[in-house]
T-cell receptor, first 110, second 115 residues
Framework: KQEVTQIPAALSVPEGENLVLNCSFTDSAIYNLQWFRQDPGKGLTSLLLIQSSQREQTSGRLNASLDKSSGRSTLYIAASQPGDSATYLCAVSRAQKLVFGQGTRLTINP | DAGVIQSPRHEVTEMGQEVTLRCKPISGHDYLFWYRQTMMRGLELLIYFNNNVPIDDSGMPEDRFSAKMPNASFSTLKIQPSEPRDSAVYFC?????????????FGDGTRLSIL
């Protein structure tokens, strides 16, 4: 059974810092890995999707990497801003089914 | 595009009552997913449909839960009878089949409280 773990559960950093969020998964037979953002009281917003054949994806200040063989992914956020404060979830997919981690709650302090 | 639309946004009801949650997926999307989010268990997939047909309902917790998709633009998730442990946020998501992997788009969820 696929298990997804995100460490740390919570992270607080000052504005402007670069930071890395971590995601690990137990079964490397995945189709893709996705990073989502969830704001309080809202649904999930897809940030980046990395296909199983890819190593990384970039969107603006965000960069996500995937090492399928070791079962790890990282989300790098450059020059963090208070608006980046949210919970970040990673999810791995097999066919259409997503298995989510518990998320990292990120707070960026002005 | 309007995005995935869920209703109601909040539902408070007493134990034993029937609860119906509704979802309108993004037009043109052929996959629809129902998830449940709790503090203890995180986000769990309950069921998903492809072209209105249920494909995998292995995440549905009990027979008290049922889901339907009568057409491409509407789906319901019903709980009958409801119990306090069903209290959670229920999300609907949709995605399109364009190549192998497409992101899922989520609605804002229904926050359900069973008293």
């Amino acid at each position: 059974k696929q298990e997804v773990t995100q460490i740390p559960a919570a992270l607080s950093v000052p504005e402007g810092e670069n930071l890395v969020l971590n995601c690990s998964f137990t079964d490397s037979a995945i189709y893709n890995l996705q990073w989502f953002r969830q704001d309080p009281g809202k649904g999930l917003t897809s940030l980046l999707l990395i296909q199983s054949s890819q190593r990384e994806q970039t969107s603006g200040r965000l960069n996500a990497s995937l090492d399928k063989s070791s079962g790890r992914s990282t989300l790098y956020i450059a020059a963090s801003q208070p608006g980046d404060s949210a919970t970040y979830l990673c999810a791995v997919s097999r066919a259409q089914k997503l298995v989510f981690g518990q998320g990292t709650r990120l707070t960026i302090n002005p | 595009d309007a995005g995935v639309i869920q209703s109601p946004r909040h539902e408070v009801t007493e134990m034993g009552q029937e609860v119906t949650l509704r979802c309108k997926p993004i037009s043109g999307h052929d996959y629809l997913f129902w998830y449940r989010q709790t503090m203890m268990r995180g986000l769990e997939l309950l069921i998903y449909f492809n072209n209105n047909v249920p494909i995998d309902d292995s995440g549905m917790p009990e027979d008290r839960f049922s889901a339907k998709m009568p057409n491409a633009s509407f789906s319901t998730l019903k709980i009958q009878p409801s119990e306090p442990r069903d209290s959670a946020v229920y999300f609907c998501a949709s995605s399109a089949t364009q190549g192998r992997s497409q992101p899922q788009h989520f609605g804002d969820g229904t926050r359900l409280s069973i008293l």
